[in-house]
């Protein structure tokens, strides 16, 4: 596939804006729409941003790193060949997962999560949750701080972050894990089908009232949160053969 028409994005920090003016300047910039790929100028929170925002074009996204995170991006080089770059990296395939979340008031959200989808308690007092697997209840109460369900593309992110597995792409497996959980004291968490449905509902929520979030899509006071993974819609993202985001993901699981 060629990649002559290119769109280029970056986020508002100096670095970004500056690589943004150089690389625009060399290989031009056009609508997203009308190219053949979009390169994500940033760190991994703008990288989130940009697929978010672009989703409804399906277009391959490249990152290049100029932020505080990068697993998600492709290292920076100024002298680098772009159009090449883009012709000989490798494409992963993701599916986000879809939150349908709904809240004390009655209203219906629905949102896409790349990495994770996560609830959490809104105020001193802990949370208290049902979880249920394709209409099963599988813990009638969990007390904790919250609870994710976490994406193999996420899993290094918040996930690892709770004590959560580095889940290999391609492997069709979702992370449930907990949020400093007080009951079960001892559960720590499970690895679940990507096909299946997961049910959070909130126990209580009137006194324990409960956020939940799509990646940064945050609803407040829910009382049932359903989550699927969206098969609809497949992200393509786009990196160099030698730092592909398998290997990154594999490699992650030996970090001291």
Same mark, same amino acid.
């Given at each position: 596939m060629g990649f002559e028409k290119i769109a280029i994005v970056a986020s508002r920090s100096e670095s970004a804006q500056k690589a943004l003016r150089e690389v625009s300047k060399r290989y031009g910039n056009v609508e997203i729409e009308d190219s053949d790929a979009v390169v994500a100028i940033g760190g991994d929170g703008f990288m989130l941003q940009t697929l978010h925002r672009n989703m409804?074009? @399906?277009?391959?996204?490249y990152g290049l790193m100029q932020g505080s995170v990068g697993f998600l991006m492709n290292q920076y080089e100024g002298d680098m060949? =772009?159009?090449?770059r883009l012709a000989r990296a490798k494409v992963t395939e993701l599916h986000p997962l879809r939150m349908i979340a709904h809240g004390e @008031?009655?209203?219906e959200m629905?949102?896409?999560?790349?990495n994770e989808v996560s609830l959490l308690r809104q105020t001193k007092q802990a949370a208290k949750i049902r979880v249920s697997i394709n209409g099963i209840v599988k813990l009638e109460e969990m007390i904790c701080d919250g609870i994710l369900l976490s994406t193999p593309a996420g899993s290094t992110a918040?996930?690892?972050s709770a004590?959560?597995?580095?889940?290999? =792409?391609?492997?069709?497996?979702? @992370? =449930?894990?907990?949020?400093?959980?007080?009951?079960?004291?001892?559960?720590?968490?499970?690895l679940l089908s990507s096909d299946v449905k997961v049910k959070f509902e909130?126990?209580?929520?009137?006194?324990r009232p409960v956020s939940a979030t799509a990646d940064a899509f945050e609803v407040r006071d829910v009382v049932e949160v359903e989550v699927v993974e969206a098969q609809d819609v497949t992200l393509r993202m786009l990196f160099d053969p030698e730092h592909n985001l398998e290997d990154r993901i594999l490699n992650e699981q030996f970090a001291s």
């Amino acid at each position: 596939m060629g990649f002559e028409k290119i769109a280029i994005v970056a986020s508002r920090s100096e670095s970004a804006q500056k690589a943004l003016r150089e690389v625009s300047k060399r290989y031009g910039n056009v609508e997203i729409e009308d190219s053949d790929a979009v390169v994500a100028i940033g760190g991994d929170g703008f990288m989130l941003q940009t697929l978010h925002r672009n989703m409804r074009y @399906a277009k391959p996204t490249y990152g290049l790193m100029q932020g505080s995170v990068g697993f998600l991006m492709n290292q920076y080089e100024g002298d680098m060949s =772009l159009p090449e770059r883009l012709a000989r990296a490798k494409v992963t395939e993701l599916h986000p997962l879809r939150m349908i979340a709904h809240g004390e @008031a009655g209203t219906e959200m629905t949102a896409l999560a790349i990495n994770e989808v996560s609830l959490l308690r809104q105020t001193k007092q802990a949370a208290k949750i049902r979880v249920s697997i394709n209409g099963i209840v599988k813990l009638e109460e969990m007390i904790c701080d919250g609870i994710l369900l976490s994406t193999p593309a996420g899993s290094t992110a918040y996930n690892l972050s709770a004590h959560g597995p580095i889940i290999p =792409l391609g492997s069709h497996i979702m @992370a =449930l894990t907990p949020l400093s959980p007080f009951r079960p004291r001892r559960w720590r968490g499970a690895l679940l089908s990507s096909d299946v449905k997961v049910k959070f509902e909130v126990l209580e929520y009137y006194k324990r009232p409960v956020s939940a979030t799509a990646d940064a899509f945050e609803v407040r006071d829910v009382v049932e949160v359903e989550v699927v993974e969206a098969q609809d819609v497949t992200l393509r993202m786009l990196f160099d053969p030698e730092h592909n985001l398998e290997d990154r993901i594999l490699n992650e699981q030996f970090a001291s």
